[in-house]
């Protein structure tokens, strides 16, 4: 396997990595009822105007 020496392409690839492995996550303890947050929602309110 080829190593990465780009700074940028490793953090794009890291990132999208640790995403994955976040919503595999949430998805498996939501699925076995041990959470019921959904990090979707949460994220959509941070980002909604306060009225």
């Known amino acids: 396997m080829k190593k990465i020496t780009d700074r940028f392409w490793l953090g794009t690839i890291s990132g999208l990595g640790g995403n994955l492995a976040k919503i595999a996550v949430e998805?498996?303890?939501?699925?076995?009822g041990f959470s019921k947050s959904n990090g979707y929602t949460t994220a959509a309110v941070d980002f909604s105007k306060k009225i």
Not at 27 to 32: L, S
């Open 27 to 32: 998805q498996f303890t939501n699925k076995i």
